[in-house]
């Protein structure tokens, strides 16, 4: 079992940063390494991709629409995964979740089909 607990989501107005973690805990078996990911979904839309972060090699992934604005970074002795997010859109407006899973393949990185865990979600509020 893998438990991820997602932080930092509010309101922000257009141009502002928030800073997203995810904090993971496993409980009786470990994982040597997964992939931990950001997914948001928006109301009515389904839920995308944004970013992914292999623990085992350290390679991450980004989606277009976030490539240069967002940026995740990984505190090992943590295992917290943290997704900065500057210059904030009122399209980037959504629940945004965390999810895990040890075998994730690089190639489908942005389906959620591939995690099997999840964080409850931290929503995320931009306003014009």
């Known amino acids: 079992q893998l438990q991820l607990v997602e932080s930092g989501g509010g309101s922000v107005q257009a141009g502002g940063s928030l800073k997203l973690s995810c904090a993971a805990s496993?409980?009786?078996?470990?994982?040597?390494?997964?992939?931990m990911a950001w997914f948001r979904q928006a109301p009515g839309k389904e839920r995308e991709g944004l970013a992914a972060f292999y623990t085992g090699t350290g390679r991450t992934y980004y989606a277009d629409s976030v490539k240069g604005r967002f940026a995740m970074s990984h505190d090992k002795s943590k295992n917290t995964l943290y997704l900065q997010m500057n210059n904030l859109k009122p399209e980037d407006t959504a629940m945004y979740y965390c999810?895990?899973?040890?075998?994730?393949?690089?190639?489908?990185?942005?389906?959620?089909?591939?995690?099997?865990?999840w964080g409850q979600g931290t929503q995320v509020t931009v306003s014009s």
């Open positions: 496993a409980s009786r078996y470990s994982f040597s390494s997964y992939c």
């Open positions: 999810a895990a899973d040890p075998e994730v393949r690089t190639f489908w990185w942005t389906k959620e089909s591939e995690y099997g865990y």
